[in-house]
T-cell receptor, first 112, second 115 residues
Framework: GQQLNQSPQSMFIQEGEDVSMNCTSS?????WLWYKQDPGEGPVLLIA?????ELTSNGRLTAQFGITRKDSFLNISASIPSDVGIYFC????????????FGQGTRLTINP | GAGVSQTPSNKVTEKGKYVELRCDPI?????LYWYRQSLGQGPEFLIY????????DSGLPNDRFFAVRPEGSVSTLKIQRTERGDSAVYLC?????????????FGQGTRLTVV
C-alpha cells in the first residue's frame, strides 16, 4: 500500500532554534497535510497544502507541497516549549478518496 | 460538547472478548472516519461513513471489525474475539456537510488494551 516516509523520527533541540522535517512518498498525492499530536489527544491540523509547489505559512510554521506531488516539508521557526509533540504528515490520494495516509511521525523535544 | 467525543477513554479487555467503542461526532457533521494508531506509528484508516452508510471500509483489517452509524450521527466500532494485536488507540474524526477528510476534526481517541 501507499506509504509516507517521514524524517527525522525524533529531534532534540534548544528553545529558540528552527526546526525542519520532511515527508516523501513513492506515490503522488492530491493534498498534503501536517498535524501535531499531544499526548492523550488526537491529531490537530496545522497546515493543508492543495497545489504542487504551494508554500503556506501559519504563524511560525511554513510548509511546502513538492512540485512532484511526492514530498513536503514543514519548518518551525524560533521554537517554543509548547511546540513539543509529535508531528505527522498525511497525504490524500488522487481521485478524491476520503482517507488519509499518515507518516510515522517526528517527535520533537525542546530543551529550555 | 464542541468537539468529537469518544468513549471510553481507556478500555482494557481480555483476549477473545467483544468490545464496542463509541464516537460522538461534532453536531451536524455528516462525514465520520475511524482510524487506528499503534504505538509509535501514525494513524491508519479503517472506515469512512457518509451519513448512515459506510462509503469506504477498505481499511478494516478483517471480519472481526465492524462499524455502524444507524442514525447518521453516533458511530460504534465493534471488535469481536479481540486479539492482543488489536491493542492500539482508536481515533474517530468528523467533517462537515460537503467537507472533505482534509477538514476533519479528530477526537482524543480510545486506548484499547487487550490482555
Amino acid at each position: 500500500g501507499q506509504q509516507l516516509n517521514q524524517s527525522p523520527q525524533s529531534m532534540f533541540i534548544q528553545e529558540g532554534e528552527d526546526v525542519s522535517m520532511n515527508c516523501t512518498s513513492s506515490s503522488i498525492f492530491n493534498t498534503w497535510l501536517w498535524y501535531k499530536q499531544d499526548p492523550g489527544e488526537g491529531p490537530v491540523l496545522l497546515i493543508a497544502l492543495y497545489k504542487a509547489g504551494e508554500l503556506t505559512s501559519n504563524g511560525r510554521l511554513t510548509a511546502q507541497f513538492g512540485i512532484t506531488r511526492k514530498d513536503s516539508f514543514l519548518n518551525i521557526s524560533a521554537s517554543i516549549p509548547s511546540d513539543v509533540g509529535i508531528y505527522f504528515c498525511a497525504g490524500q490520494s488522487m481521485g478524491g478518496a476520503q482517507k488519509l495516509v499518515f507518516g510515522q511521525g517526528t517527535r520533537l523535544t525542546i530543551n529550555p | 460538547g464542541a468537539g468529537v467525543s469518544q468513549t471510553p477513554s481507556n478500555k482494557v479487555t481480555e483476549k477473545g472478548k467483544y468490545v464496542e467503542l463509541r464516537c460522538d461526532p461534532i453536531s451536524g457533521h455528516t462525514a465520520l472516519y475511524w482510524y487506528r494508531q499503534s504505538l509509535g506509528q501514525g494513524p491508519e484508516f479503517l472506515i469512512y461513513f457518509q451519513g448512515t452508510g459506510a462509503a469506504d471500509d477498505s481499511g478494516l483489517p478483517n471480519d472481526r471489525f465492524f462499524a455502524v452509524r444507524p442514525e447518521g450521527s453516533v458511530s460504534t466500532l465493534k471488535i469481536q474475539r479481540t486479539e492482543r494485536g488489536d491493542s492500539a488507540v482508536y481515533l474517530c474524526a468528523s467533517s462537515p456537510t460537503g467537507g472533505a477528510v482534509t477538514e476533519a476534526f479528530f477526537g482524543q481517541g480510545t486506548r484499547l488494551t487487550v490482555v
